[in-house]
């Protein structure tokens, strides 16, 4: 099995003394291997020990009362503006999970991940709502229920993402697509008269209440994004890329995978 390097300490624990700063102008960076942005509760954190062999994370989030619930639960995080990090190579890498979303603009997003790629080494993953096919399908009738979150004000699609990479002179990455949705039939699918802010839960549509239309092309429940940072062997780029076993579990066989690389 391929082992990420890590660096030279010993971490007993996702959270270890001294405790979390409360700035992030305060961190001392030799304790942390990766930053997760925009770690709300921090819920997210974890993920990246996990996926990626992460020793140890510290969120960041500007809202300083997400960040006193991420503390009060263990996470270790900071209060930070994710647009300016003012780091250079400080950790291995930097996770976004259903993050850039919220921001208010592309142009905002397009300053996070510049942020991010200049304080990490050797990559970005970021983890994003799929927005694609939006209009066609409203057109029909119907959307995704995270459409129409007020919540959500950044939709940004896979095209808006490689636009990103390519100004940002990010040349290697991949685009997974995760959850493959080929009909309104699908329960993350609701018509269009449904109310704002619909969650997961309050779908109480049957599939009697709602006219099959197949999706051509198909929708996506998600895309999970990757941008190497630096030179990596086939063997290391792949472990990072490869589709975690828990992710894969929970998406179940019904949805399945598509990549798109670039560079």
Not at 4 to 20: G, Q
Not at 189 to 200: C, G, S
Request: proline share 6%; hydrophobic share 40%; with cysteine.
């Amino acid at each position: 099995m391929l082992r990420f390097p890590r660096r030279a300490r010993k971490v007993d624990s996702l959270v270890a003394s001294p405790p979390p700063s409360r700035s992030i102008a305060d961190v001392d960076w030799s304790l942390y291997d990766f930053l997760d942005l925009g770690c709300s509760s921090g819920r997210s954190v974890p993920y990246g020990v996990r996926r990626f062999g992460g020793s140890r994370g510290l969120g960041v989030d500007l809202d300083e009362k997400k960040v006193r619930t991420a503390t009060d639960a263990g996470i270790e995080a900071v209060v930070g503006d994710a647009t300016r990090l003012n780091l250079s190579k400080q950790v291995r890498f930097v996770s976004m999970l259903d993050f850039l979303e919220h921001l208010p603009d592309p142009e905002t997003a397009e300053r996070v991940i510049a942020s991010a790629a200049e304080a990490a080494t050797d990559f970005l993953f970021i983890r994003h709502p799929s927005f694609e096919g939006q209009e066609q399908v409203e057109a029909q009738g119907f959307r995704q229920y995270w459409w129409h979150w007020t919540g959500h004000t950044c939709h940004l699609r896979v095209s808006d993402y490689c636009e990103i990479f390519d100004r940002l002179g990010l040349r290697t990455y991949m685009v997974r697509y995760l959850g493959r949705i080929d009909n309104s039939h699908n329960p993350t699918v609701i018509t269009t008269d449904r109310p704002v802010d619909t969650v997961i839960r309050d779908i109480a549509q049957s599939v009697e209440e709602k006219p099959l239309v197949t999706f051509v092309p198909p929708l996506w429940r998600l895309q999970d994004l990757f941008v190497a940072l630096r030179p990596m062997e086939r063997e290391e780029w792949e472990a990072i890329t490869t589709l975690a076993a828990r992710d894969r579990m929970l998406l179940s066989s019904a949805y399945p995978v598509r990549s798109v690389r670039g560079g």
